[in-house]
């Protein structure tokens, strides 16, 4: 090492992860996340139809009649074999049709698109304040490893990990809505604009940050200690930087790299996680859609929303890896 150039970090890279170039990591991540949503479509497709009864038995009434039921499955298509009506699902979602829901008799894109409005602004909002609130507390908690304040991080870390988000969200109900009454227990009458009344968006925050908070910090936490114990960080201050410049610049980015894919973990548990939420404050979303449709066995719209959770998972773990492959190759590079 020779005048003041700093030594970066050198991860071990395997001689795949030289040869693999961020493109060609990128194309075949594509490749395998495309076979993933077919495959989910399938499933889903599959397990809606092991199903007991169908979209007929739900809307032949309380009382049906066997001869109504199979009227209503003839004029639904439900008596043509499962195969052939998977077939034609996927011939249309081709051409940009996923079809008509069963029950609404409304195109599954348009109750897809009504739904989506409070869920991607719940998501949003929760990934947009999980990022810097997660990083900032597993950043102080390195920082001061040992002391109080990594010793309180740490304790309320693991206290709220081991709460369930649907049973933190009935505690954060009955005592922030119903005992104290500072915000609203449900987002009934809000609509699909939840930003119209920012207070009903509280709560269900509250309930969805706590856990991956915790799980995340404790990444980039240990991420820092690993990386402030290291010699090219040692060899930093021996050169006389400051420790704001070693810690954003040296530091910092060897800690987010495994917090980045930890993050597309939790944008995956965030889907369940928000159809939990929504279902406990009654925010008309995707969630709450989804379990409408599968009480009604409306096998449309159950397609359509596993399609809409499939491509997300992929999308987000895409963009992750990548992420995470271009601050560390060796995150990615033998995948």
Do not use: K
Request: hydrophobic letters at 55%; glycine letters at 8%; charged letters at 15%.
């Amino acid at each position: 090492m020779t005048g003041n150039r700093i030594p970066r970090a050198a991860p071990r890279l395997s001689a795949g992860a030289h040869r693999t170039s961020l493109p060609r990591y990128a194309a075949r991540r594509l490749a395998l996340g495309f076979a993933q949503v077919v495959a989910v479509t399938a499933l889903v497709f599959a397990l809606t139809e092991a199903l007991p009864g169908d979209a007929a038995v739900v809307l032949a009434g309380d009382a049906p009649d066997p001869a109504r039921i199979e009227r209503i499955r003839e004029e639904l298509g439900l008596d043509r074999p499962a195969p052939a009506r998977y077939a034609d699902w996927l011939f249309g979602l081709l051409h940009g049709d996923l079809g008509v829901s069963l029950t609404a008799g409304r195109p599954v894109t348009g109750f897809l698109t009504d739904a989506a409005g409070p869920t991607v602004q719940l998501a949003a909002v929760t990934l947009l304040l999980l990022v810097p609130l997660a990083v900032a507390a597993g950043v102080v908690a390195a920082l001061r490893e040992g002391r109080l304040p990594d010793r309180i991080l740490t304790a309320a870390g693991v206290a709220l990990y081991s709460v369930p988000e649907f049973a933190l969200a009935v505690v954060l109900v009955a005592l922030f809505a119903l005992r104290l009454g500072w915000f609203p227990p449900t987002a009934v009458g809000v609509g699909t604009n939840l930003f119209a009344q920012p207070a009903v968006l509280v709560l269900p925050l509250l309930a969805l940050l706590a856990r991956p908070i915790c799980s995340i910090s404790r990444l980039v936490r240990a991420g820092m200690i690993d990386a402030l114990g290291s010699e090219y960080v040692r060899h930093a201050r021996r050169l006389g930087l400051s420790g704001r410049r070693v810690t954003l610049a040296h530091v910092l980015p060897n800690a987010v790299a495994p917090a980045a894919q930890q993050l597309a973990r939790t944008t995956d548990w965030l889907l369940g996680g928000v159809i939990t939420v929504e279902a406990v404050f009654v925010i008309p979303g995707l969630g709450t859609s989804l379990m409408s449709a599968v009480s009604a066995r409306d096998i449309p719209v159950i397609q359509g929303l596993a399609l809409v959770f499939a491509v997300t998972t992929v999308v987000v773990n895409l963009l992750a890896d990548v992420v995470a492959f271009r601050l560390a190759p060796r995150a990615g590079g033998t995948a």
